[in-house]
């Protein structure tokens, strides 16, 4: 297929460093009748909502563990620029984790302000605790976690769909150490940068898909700053999930834990890697925000802490 041609793709894809959309494929997110981006609409895009499951009753918060992920689809330019370039929904992503334990007094602390004020408008984060539910998450303004619900009321004008992906565990004794494990990763990352490099996140897009089965050149590999996907990535690669020989956490985009592309679940289902299969992620359930109070939103239960 040739390029895309839509000006709206076009414009935020120049905006984000690159001169053209590749390729204009089955998921155009500006012209596909099988999927419309919301970019500059302030009502919710019908097209997305037949592509996957809604989630029929509110969210229990306290039914969600460390593990599980977000995948979202945001509407500002960068958003649509990966959508257009990854011809997928789905261009951010975080990841659920509960705390465990006291994390040190003198962390970096969160920026009250998002390099973008109309989304956060000098918000004031909720303190950190043990057992706190929380997004671990790398953007703008650096990589940190965030108190889940208030992410939620932050987030909602900018990010109209995400699709919850739930980890089941397969061992409870891996679950324990695996979690410890993201949550020292956590303490690690903390702050670190976005990453600005747009080469690196083309070359992500573009370049060769990840296979368990091919070793990889691990000299290129750093984290001295991140993108969203890759943050995921390498955190599962901590917990011992997803191999470090034949994965770079780089190589991965939102799409690549999307079980259409299969990319993550591929990785998952090789007995090969550790010790065997030892977790896997359920399918996509989209949770719809615009519109809808917390209490739609989430329901809760007692507070479980894992």
Known sequence: MGSCNSSRCLEACVDVGVDEVPVCAKWCPCCSSEFVSSAGSDEPVEAIEKMFPKMEQPLDPDSLRTGDIFLCHLVHKFGVAIQALDSTPWDHIAVVVRQRGERPSDLKPRPTQDVNPDFYNSVVWEPMRDGQLQLFETNGTGTWTYPLEQFVRVNSKKCP???LRRMRWKDDAFRDAA?????????????RGYETNYLDLESAILGRKPDPHTLVDKSHEHLSSIFCS???????QRAGLLPEDTLNSDQCMP???????????????DASIGGGVMASLEDEVLIKWPGQSLDDIFRHGPEQQS
Do not use: C, N, P, Q
């Not at 943050?231 to 599962?236: G, P, T």
């Not at 799409?255 to 289902?269: E, K, Q």
């Open 255 to 269: 799409s690549s834990f999307s079980t259409r592309r299969g990319v993550i679940d591929r990785f998952l289902a």
């Open 230 to 236: 890759e943050l995921i990535a390498e955190a599962y």
């Open 179 to 191: 979690l410890e494990k993201i949550e020292e990763f956590v303490r690690e990352v903390w702050g």
């Open 161 to 163: 769909y995400i699709a």
